[in-house]
């Protein structure tokens, strides 16, 4: 089956730590991206990578970083320096490399105590 | 600073009914609309729009774009209650390779 994959589906985390969200693919999407929602909004870009090795900060990047590896890998950690981190998160991939039609993972959402 | 703006904010109909929601943007280098539904986890694509007055059509949904007035609307004919979720737009840049999203509309269709 091809698709999007994150996890873990929920995380729990103390405040001061820092915590990685996973996001695989297996499309053979060039593009991938991370995405924070928090209630009520829609989601807001954190970062973005349009091929391997190279990434792009989104509107809310501070308090986040992310590597790209491979290309069917796009990690995200929340780091200690992000004030607000429970929100619902949300990996995103597409095949060229500026806006064709984004697919979502699952999600995952930290709740931070 | 580009901006998407979708109303209403919440709507709630009877099964059967016809709804339009409306997506505005002030953008620079438009690339691209899309429509997202969500249903309590990730959004599923739905539509996406580049050309002007040309409607996109699936089943009971349709979207049209107007680039001069620059807005977009979602039409569900006969809502089920399975259509109720959060509608979200979305502007693509061509540009910068992102998407900007608009709040969202939430959509409640009663039996």
């Known amino acids: 089956d091809g698709g999007i994959t994150q996890s873990p589906k929920y995380l729990f985390r103390k405040e001061g730590q820092n915590v990685t969200l996973s996001c695989e693919q297996n499309?053979?999407?060039?593009?991938m991206y991370w995405y924070r929602q928090d209630p009520g909004q829609g989601p807001r870009l954190i970062y973005y990578?349009?091929?391997?090795?190279?990434?792009q900060k989104g509107d809310i990047a501070e308090g986040y970083s992310v590597s790209r590896e491979k290309k069917e890998s796009f990690p995200l950690t929340v780091t200690s320096a992000q004030k607000n981190p429970t929100a619902f998160y949300l990996c995103?991939?597409?095949?060229?490399?500026?806006?064709?039609?984004?697919?979502f993972g699952p999600g995952t959402r930290l709740t931070v105590l | 600073e580009d901006k998407v703006v979708q109303s209403p904010l919440s709507l709630v109909v009877h099964e059967g009914d016809t709804v339009t929601l409306n997506c505005s943007y002030e953008?620079?280098?438009?690339?691209?609309l899309l429509w997202y539904k969500q249903e309590k986890k990730a959004p599923t694509f739905l539509f996406m729009l580049?050309?002007?007055?040309i409607e996109k059509k699936s089943g009971r949904l349709s979207s049209i774009l107007d680039k001069k007035e620059l807005f977009s609307i979602l039409n569900i004919t006969a809502t089920q209650t399975g259509d109720s979720a959060v509608y979200l737009c979305?502007?693509?840049?061509?540009?910068?390779?992102?998407?900007?999203f608009g709040q969202g509309t939430t959509l409640q269709v009663k039996p």
């Open positions: 995103a991939s597409t095949k060229g490399g500026y806006t064709d039609t984004q697919y």
């Open positions: 580049t050309s002007s007055g």
């Open positions: 953008v620079t280098n438009f690339r691209s």
């Open positions: 499309l053979n999407h060039d593009a």
């Open positions: 990578s349009q091929i391997v090795n190279d990434f």
């Open positions: 979305a502007f693509g840049s061509s540009n910068t390779g992102k998407l900007i």
